[in-house]
């Protein structure tokens, strides 16, 4: 079940991210905090580069094979596809109001706004996967089915690491991430450099 562990690890991080981001939103709407703006750009680009055509693609995979095996939890699964679907417009909605921000900070309640919903949302997809889906996936693939799963998933961390120089290092910018980020959500390593 190593794919349900990287399932488990990405919704860990994701969440961690979501939760530093709306700390910064709250201190910086507070007078507490100067933005970053160059960290909300990298954690954003976060959301859409790895969560939304990294991880939901996974998904994806791993719920057509509980669809194979069984209609329970079909409803939940429709849902979570018309979802997925929306990743790009969801995203996009967020990225409009950070470019908003970042043009004008007097624009920052509304990208506090967009983020709520945006963060809102994250949360109820994520239970809604955890407390639904996630459960029938254990019951009901077979060990045939893990084998090829499991693969499927290693081979894509593998390819998809940032190590080889073929795709992004998300793992490095996460780590980045949390070292800029303000204590006590980060390391507080101070101003956010993006790589050249």
């Known amino acids: 079940m190593e794919a349900l562990r990287i399932i488990s690890d990405e919704h860990r991080s994701l969440a961690a991210l979501l939760h530093a981001i709306r700390f ?17 750009e990298a954690m954003v680009h976060y959301l859409d580069a790895y969560a939304e055509q ?10 057509g094979y509980l669809a194979e095996r069984t209609t329970e939890g079909a409803a939940a699964l429709a849902t979570l596809g018309t979802q997925h679907a ?3 417009e969801r995203i996009a909605t967020l990225q409009q109001a950070l470019a908003g921000f ?18 809102d949302f994250y949360r109820g997809h994520m ?21 090829a799963v499991n693969a499927a998933f290693v081979a894509e961390q593998h390819a998809k690491s940032g190590k ?4 992004e290092d998300f793992a490095g910018l ?5 070292a800029a980020a303000p204590a006590p959500i980060g390391l507080g390593g101070g101003a956010f450099v993006p790589l050249p």
Do not use: N
């Open 24 to 40: 910064m939103l709250k201190e910086a709407m507070a007078g507490r905090l100067t933005p970053d703006l160059k960290l909300f």
């Open 54 to 63: 990294r991880h939901h693609p996974k998904e994806d995979l791993l719920f």
């Open 164 to 167: 080889t120089g073929h795709s």
């Open 127 to 147: 239970m809604l996967e955890e407390d639904t889906v996630l459960p029938l996936i254990r019951q009901h693939l077979t060990a045939e089915d893990w084998v």
């Open 86 to 88: 929306a990743a790009a």
């Open 102 to 119: 970042v043009a004008d900070p007097a624009q920052l309640p509304v990208f506090s706004a967009a983020f709520d919903h945006y963060a």
């Open 174 to 178: 996460f780590s980045r991430l949390v």
